[in-house]
T-cell receptor, first 110, second 114 residues
Framework: QQQVKQSPQSLIVQKGGISIINCAYENTAFDYFPWYQQFPGKGPALLIAIRPDVSEKKEGRFTISFNKSAKQFSLHIMDSQPGDSATYFCAASKTLYMRFGAGTRLTVKP | ETGVTQSPTHLIKTRGQQVTLRCSSQSGHNTVSWYQQALGQGPQFIFQYYREEENGRGNFPPRFSGLQFPNYSSELNVNALELDDSALYLC?????????????FGAGSRLTVL
């Protein structure tokens, strides 16, 4: 039972370009939507998060766009850098625990 | 402020054996959650502990069990290991059981079952 669907599975972007990762969720009770970044050999680290009463949140080069009616949200990475190369997970939660997407492996080429 | 630490980082077991993984939560956090991350997949919730009691459980069989100690550290025990148990086991701590917000993850324990 996959409650959060993430796409694409992998993404290759040139340095300076925009990386876009999309997620869709099923449960309208979810009220917290974070994005996690995971480097090889490390645990996921919180990157940015949004609540459904806001349609967009920006922190530096990272922006979450949230569409409540479509039950979709996306991560935009502006001016992508080689150091952004990692696996990104979207997630959603109501209480108790986080439901994660399957992940997107981002490669930023110099 | 120390983060979440897990041990061991890697281990290899054979089918049918038992394993214990350990986690020290971040300072100030009283809730510990365990997740299983299979290769190429997102983390899947196993269970959560709050004040030394199991506070919720995902879709995992009873051979997955845990403990939380008075200092909020935690253990994950898996009995009768199966090949499909091979995964990265992540511990995450948070300051409040009421929500899964702001989870701080450890680097994980990679278990290989042969």
């Amino acid at each position: 039972q996959q409650q959060v669907k993430q796409s694409p599975q992998s993404l290759i972007v040139q340095k300076g370009g925009i990386s876009i990762i999309n997620c869709a969720y099923e449960n309208t009770a979810f009220d917290y939507f974070p994005w996690y970044q995971q480097f090889p050999g490390k645990g996921p680290a919180l990157l940015i998060a949004i609540r459904p009463d806001v349609s967009e949140k920006k922190e530096g080069r990272f922006t979450i766009s949230f569409n409540k009616s479509a039950k979709q949200f996306s991560l935009h990475i502006m001016d992508s850098q080689p150091g952004d190369s990692a696996t990104y997970f979207c997630a959603a939660s109501k209480t108790l625990y986080m439901r994660f997407g399957a992940g997107t492996r981002l490669t930023v080429k110099p | 402020e120390t983060g979440v630490t897990q041990s061991p980082t890697h281990l290899i077991k054979t089918r049918g054996q038992q394993v214990t993984l350990r986690c020290s939560s971040q300072s100030g956090h009283n809730t510990v959650s365990w997740y299983q991350q299979a290769l190429g997949q997102g983390p899947q919730f196993i269970f959560q502990y709050y004040r030394e009691e199991e506070n919720g459980r995902g879709n995992f069989p009873p051979r997955f069990s845990g403990l939380q100690f008075p200092n909020y550290s935690s253990e994950l025990n898996v009995n009768a290991l199966e090949l499909d148990d091979s995964a990265l086991y992540l511990c995450a701590s948070s300051w409040d059981r009421a929500g899964a917000n702001v989870l701080t993850f450890g680097a994980g324990s990679r278990l290989t079952v042969l």
